[in-house]
């Protein structure tokens, strides 16, 4: 893998990280445990450099965005929230497909 997909997952895993720890402190419990996951996902994908961990990550952003849009249909503005969600949940996945891509044969 190059040093700019470990540099781009390293980044990845802190920001997920972050996000973990934001939604614990707001009590959100399904969205603590996803991003958990996720992480989960990143680290397989970085140090062990397997596809599984990608395919594990890219589960978890849907399910994700889906746990977003559930929380959101009480709130006024639910196609902001839809779009929010949806650009919030394909950002990470889509940034670290464009850097692996190029490895993707290569990883097991």
Known sequence: MKRSSKIWLWFALVLCAATTVLNATQGRIPSVIIALVSLAGLAILLFA??????ILMCCCYVL???VAVTGSLSSGNLLASIVMSLIGSLLVPVITWLFIRRDWAQLR
Not at 49 to 54: E, H, L, P, R
Request: no cysteine; hydrophobic share 35%; aromatic share 22%.
């Open 49 to 54: 450099q397997k596809k599984a961990g990608y």
């Open 64 to 66: 994700s965005f889906l």
